[in-house]
């Protein structure tokens, strides 16, 4: 658990940290409702990419990933386990009920509630996937972002080499530039394979996680930018969603104390003393064999001997060392219960304390979240009015284009540097949903069994 929650931490952390250089270059309406970033017009890049490819969006891209979890699958039958377990529980029940055993609730009401909290868990594991596709889904939308803007540079750097290699011709550039140029061009060729390869890879294993083959799609490169705000009290709202999360933590919690209880109530918390029952000593239940001497009339006693020759035991012993043995298996038992009863004591205790802390430390994390999320959408705000004024510096330079005073080239060269900022803005954009949804979801970032 404490593992899970410092996931939210850092992620807090870390959007404290994103550097304030990174603004968008498009701009895009915020209203405190459900907002579409578009930036750039992808259109065109992704008809480079493909002309006939259908768009997966990421919804379909969920529904595929949940559609194809072994691991909810095998939660479903992880509740129908516990359901059969609880038919076979009523049934011992009913045996130890027919011997006038008493019987304990306990386990067929622990068994009750791990089916339920199985169905939660499989309902938070839905969400995990969710989650865990939506950051896939958005890492390989910006890779496959920043390699069409690689490819963009590559091909800019290529058209200033060859116009400098005409301008080496004139005199007017030198060999070492030449070169210096090359080598760009080289580490540019050697980052944009690095990141294609990544992409491939990134694609691979979101096949095998959706059954989607990306290369047959093209992606949406839409962004729904949600604001998110609490009403009302900070700590009711977490409070709210933490009373959910660990619902049947507690009541598990809160069954065993009673079961603790009612043992506690029938003695069992006391270690019990000695059976008063002795062993029986064979020696006093041989049986005599008495006879009277015809001749001399004297009584004669020996010991019985049975046809084998063995010394007859009276029937009485078997019944005495039946009755010891059985007082000694009940005062075993009782022992083990009493032994038992000290362990599942502590365990509860325990149980309780570290569920304590565990709530304790979501809570805080999830209020650093919540104001992480607060700056971070200031920050989104503040990197809006920059969008603006980018856009006007990059209207200029068109106009600076059209009347010859600046070269095409490197008009794409200032596009080119816009198009970082919109990578940063998306980037911005996927920490603070990511944050949102963590907020509104905190079992999104917790293994839940």
Do not use: H
């Amino acid at each position: 658990m404490n593992k899970n929650i410092n996931k939210i931490v850092a992620i807090a952390i870390g959007l404290s940290i994103i550097s304030a250089n990174i603004s968008p270059a498009f701009a895009y309406d915020s209203d405190k409702s459900s907002t579409t970033i578009q930036g750039l017009d992808y259109s065109a890049i992704n008809a480079q990419i493909t002309s006939q490819k259908p768009t997966i969006t990421l919804n379909k891209a969920i529904d595929a990933a949940i559609n194809n979890s072994d691991k909810l699958s095998l939660k479903s039958k992880e509740i129908k386990m516990y359901r059969d377990k609880m038919d076979l529980q009523e049934k011992i029940n009913d045996f130890y009920d027919s011997i006038d055993q008493k019987v304990y609730d306990f386990p067929y009401d622990k068994l009750e509630l791990q089916a339920k909290q199985t169905q939660q868990s499989k309902k938070f594991m839905e969400d995990q996937i969710a989650s865990d596709i939506t950051n896939k889904y958005n890492a390989i939308v910006l890779k496959e972002i920043d390699i069409d803007k690689s490819k963009k540079d590559l091909e800019i750097k290529t058209k200033d080499l060859n116009f400098m290699k005409t301008k080496l011709k004139i005199g007017m550039a030198t060999d070492n530039q030449i070169t210096d140029s090359q080598i760009q061009i080289k580490d540019l060729q050697d980052q944009l394979q690095a990141k294609e390869d990544s992409l491939k890879n990134n694609k691979g294993y979101f096949k095998v996680l959706t059954e989607l083959n990306l290369e047959e799609y093209t992606t949406d490169k839409n962004i729904e930018y949600k604001i998110f705000r609490i009403e009302g009290s900070v700590d009711d709202y977490i409070d709210k969603k933490m009373d959910k999360y660990f619902k049947y933590s507690d009541q598990m919690l809160k069954l065993t104390k009673d079961y603790l209880k009612d043992l506690k109530d029938d003695g069992i918390n006391k270690i019990p003393d000695k059976p008063t029952i002795s062993k029986p000593n064979v020696n006093d239940y041989i049986a005599l064999d008495t006879s009277i001497d015809p001749i001399t009339g004297g009584v004669t006693t020996k010991l019985e001997k049975n046809t084998s020759g063995g010394t007859v035991i009276d029937g009485a012993y078997a019944a005495k060392l039946l009755e010891y043995q059985k007082a000694q298996q009940t005062y075993l038992t009782m022992l083990n219960a009493n032994g038992s009863y000290i362990d599942g004591k502590y365990s509860m205790q325990e149980s309780e304390v570290k569920l304590d802390d565990a709530k304790k430390t979501l809570k805080n994390a999830l209020k650093d979240c919540y104001s992480s999320l607060v700056a971070l959408e200031n920050k989104i705000n503040t990197l809006n009015a920059q969008v603006k004024s980018t856009n006007t510096k990059l209207r200029y330079a068109k106009s600076q284009v059209d009347i010859g005073m600046m070269t095409e080239n490197d008009y794409k060269a200032q596009i080119l540097k816009s198009e970082d900022l919109d990578i940063g803005l998306r980037t911005l954009i996927n920490n603070y949903n990511t944050l949102r949804d963590n907020i509104e979801k905190p079992w999104i970032i917790s293994n839940t069994k």
